[in-house]
């Protein structure tokens, strides 16, 4: 397993521990979906999904304490120089519920 992946992989899991432990500002349910490290580990592109409303105001207090969760990701990342933090809004999970709604919706008879 290269590099990169493992420091991707490590900080989804300890993102995620961190997100529920010591930010859980009422940020009720979020999911770090996937973490993408460039090749020299100097930024982290970070998806998050998001249940239930008020998904705006709880990314932006997400972004707000980037360098919290910078300092406490440094802790367990043991690297001398922990990848810049870039949050990005994942909408594939409320995708893929519209998708399925519509495919329920069109009501079609069971192939016997």
């Known amino acids: 397993m290269s590099r990169n992946l493992v420091v991707a992989k490590t900080i989804q899991k300890e993102l995620s521990v ?26 982290a592109k ?39 933090l870039h949050f990005v809004n994942d909408y594939s999970l409320e995708e893929g519920d519209r998708i399925i709604n519509k495919i329920n919706q069109l009501n079609i008879p069971d192939a016997e």
């Open 46 to 84: 970070i998806y998050l999904s998001f249940f239930g409303k008020n998904r705006t105001d709880r990314f932006e207090r997400i972004e707000k304490a980037k360098g919290f969760i910078r300092t406490e990701l440094a802790h367990v990342l043991k690297m001398r120089h922990v990848p810049d």
């Open 18 to 43: 961190i997100l529920q432990e010591k930010i859980n500002a009422d940020l009720g349910v979020v999911s770090v979906a996937r973490v993408e490290v460039t090749n020299d580990l100097s930024h």
